[in-house]
C-alpha cells in the first residue's frame, strides 16, 4: 500500500501505473529510485515541470532533422522516450487529441509542430490561457477557417467546433451562441509565411485585422455586449459544462476507457464523482488545469484503475521502446517508428477528423492487434537490446527461474507488473514447464517475448 507519510516508500506497482498513465512507461531501475519517495511527491515532480536542460532542440534536429513529417514525429518520440518531464510531453499528446488539428489540410510541418509546442509549454496552465493559444494559432486558424472568418462574412466552423468539441460539449449552447461566438472571432488569422524553397520552413504568425472585426453587439450564453474572442473564451472558462467537460476528456484519457464524445450528451460518467470533484476544481480554480490533474492523480478511483485503458498506438510504441532502451542517447534510426503506429492506426500530427481518433477498444480490431504484438515480440528480438538484457539477467540472476511459476511472475513483474487472467497464467506456466531443459537466457527472452503477445499487454 501507498503512505502519505513524507518521505516514505511507494509501492512499485502504483508507481508503474501512475508512469504508465502521466508519462509513457518507466523502467524497472527508474522506479525503484521513485519509490523512495512517496506518491504524492512523485505526482508533485510530475505536476512541475523543470527546464530540459539535456534535450536541447539543435541536437535534436541534427539527429532526427529534416522536412518530412516524419522528423518531426520522430523528434517527438524521442522526447516521450527521454524526456524527464514526462507528464509535459503526455499533455502535449492529450491536447493534440483533443483539439485535432491534421496536417493532411494545413501542409506546413512547421506550424503543426509549433502548436505541439504550444500544448507543451501550456498543456498545465490556466484553460483560458491555453484556449486563447489555441485561439490564436496559425495551424488551428487554418484547419477550422478562421482565416475565412471576416466581418460581415462569418464562417461558423471555428466558432462551433470551439464549443462542440474543444470546451462545452452538445447541449450546452444554442445556434445563435455559434453565430455570435464566430462573429466575436472575425479578424482573427494569420500571416502567410514565405514558400518553402528554397530556405526552408517559415512560421506563421498570428494577427488580428482590426478592420475585419465585426464590432457590433453580440449575445452569448445570456453576455451582452461588445464581444470579442478573449471575452468569448472568459464566459467559456465560467462554465460548469466546460468544467465537466474537459474534466470528463481527462478521465477518458488518464483513467479508464469512456465511450466516445458523442454519447457523453447521453451517457452519464463511469466514475460521476471523480468528475464532479475534478470539475469542482476547475471551478474554484478559474480554470487551472494542474489543480484537476492533481486532484485525478491522488483519487482512490485512478489508484485502482489498473489496466483499464487499451494504449494508444504512440503509448503502445513508446513503451516498448523503453524498455528494450536502445534510444537512450540520440542515434540514427528512430525515424522508422514514426511510421509504426500509423499501421496501428494513429498517424501523430494528422488526426482522421477534427474530432479526434476514437480511443478504447475501437484501437484493438483484428489487424491493428496484429501489428501491435508483431512490433512487441520484434523489439523484444533475441534478448541484446540493452533494456531487455537487463530484464533477462535480473531474472537469471535474482532466482527468477527456479521454478516455471516463478519464470510468469518475474517476467510479468518486469514487464510492468502486469496482471493477468487464469487462462493467460496458465498458457505461460505451461510453456514455462515446457521449457524448462533450455538455457536460461532463451528461456526468458522468449517468456518476455510470449508475455507481449497477451492480450492483457494491451492494456496499460
Given amino acids: 500500500m501507498t503512505t502519505t507519510d513524507a518521505g516514505a516508500s511507494t509501492d512499485i506497482r502504483l508507481l508503474s501505473h501512475l508512469y504508465r498513465r502521466a508519462g509513457f512507461g518507466a523502467t524497472r531501475e527508474q522506479l525503484e529510485q521513485l519509490s523512495r519517495q512517496s506518491y504524492e511527491d512523485t505526482v508533485e515532480f510530475l505536476l512541475n515541470p523543470s527546464l530540459e536542460v539535456d534535450l536541447q532542440p539543435d541536437v535534436l534536429s541534427r539527429y532526427f532533422g529534416g522536412e518530412s513529417p516524419d522528423s518531426y514525429v520522430s523528434i517527438w518520440i524521442y522526447r516521450m522516450l527521454n524526456s524527464r518531464c514526462q507528464l509535459q510531453e503526455k499533455m502535449a499528446l492529450f491536447w493534440h487529441h483533443v483539439f485535432a488539428t491534421g496536417l493532411v489540410k494545413n501542409e506546413h510541418i512547421l506550424s503543426s509542430t509549433n502548436q505541439i509546442d504550444m500544448f507543451r509549454r501550456n498543456g498545465m496552465t490556466n484553460l483560458r490561457d491555453i484556449l486563447l493559444d489555441l485561439s490564436r494559432d496559425p495551424a488551428m486558424l487554418y484547419w477550422l477557417d478562421n482565416n475565412e472568418n471576416h466581418n460581415g462574412e462569418p464562417n461558423e466552423n471555428y466558432g462551433r467546433e470551439l464549443l462542440e468539441l474543444f470546451s462545452m460539449g452538445v447541449g450546452n449552447y444554442s445556434e445563435m451562441d455559434i453565430k455570435d461566438a464566430s462573429r466575436a472571432f472575425t479578424g482573427w488569422t494569420f500571416g502567410q509565411p514565405p514558400p518553402l524553397y528554397p530556405h526552408g520552413y517559415y512560421p506563421a504568425s498570428f494577427v488580428f485585422d482590426s478592420n475585419d472585426h465585426d464590432g457590433g453587439e453580440k449575445t452569448f450564453l445570456g453576455h451582452t455586449g461588445n464581444l470579442d474572442g478573449g471575452d468569448i473564451l472568459d464566459i467559456i472558462v465560467k462554465q460548469p459544462a466546460s468544467a465537466r467537460f474537459i474534466s470528463r476528456h481527462m478521465y477518458n484519457f488518464f483513467v479508464a476507457d469512456e465511450p466516445q464524445v458523442p454519447t457523453w450528451n447521453d451517457l452519464e460518467p463511469l466514475d460521476p464523482q471523480l468528475i464532479d470533484e475534478m470539475s469542482s476544481v476547475l471551478l474554484d480554480s478559474g480554470g487551472e488545469i494542474k489543480s484537476a490533474l492533481r486532484v485525478m492523480f491522488n483519487s482512490a478511483s485512478f489508484k485502482a484503475a489498473r489496466f483499464k485503458k487499451v494504449k494508444s498506438p504512440i503509448e503502445f510504441v513508446v513503451g516498448v521502446l523503453k524498455m528494450a532502451g536502445e534510444y537512450t542517447e540520440p542515434r540514427p534510426g528512430l525515424m522508422k517508428y514514426s511510421t509504426a503506429t500509423v499501421v496501428m492506426g494513429q498517424k501523430l500530427l494528422d488526426p482522421p477528423t477534427v474530432e479526434g481518433w476514437h480511443t478504447g477498444k475501437e484501437w484493438i480490431d483484428g489487424g491493428n492487434l496484429t501489428e501491435r504484438v508483431n512490433f512487441a515480440v520484434e523489439e523484444i528480438g533475441n534478448g541484446t537490446s540493452p533494456g531487455i538484457l537487463q530484464m533477462v539477467t535480473r531474472m537469471i540472476e535474482r532466482g527468477g527461474m527456479s521454478s516455471p511459476e516463478d519464470v510468469v511472475n518475474s517476467g510479468l513483474d518486469l514487464m510492468g507488473q502486469l496482471e493477468v487472467d ?39
Fill in 422 to 460: 487464469d487462462s493467460t497464467r496458465d498458457a505461460l506456466v505451461k510453456f514455462a514447464g515446457d521449457s524448462k531443459g533450455d538455457a536460461d537466457h532463451s528461456r526468458a527472452v522468449r517468456m518476455l517475448r510470449l508475455i507481449a503477445a497477451a492480450p492483457e499487454f494491451q492494456f496499460a
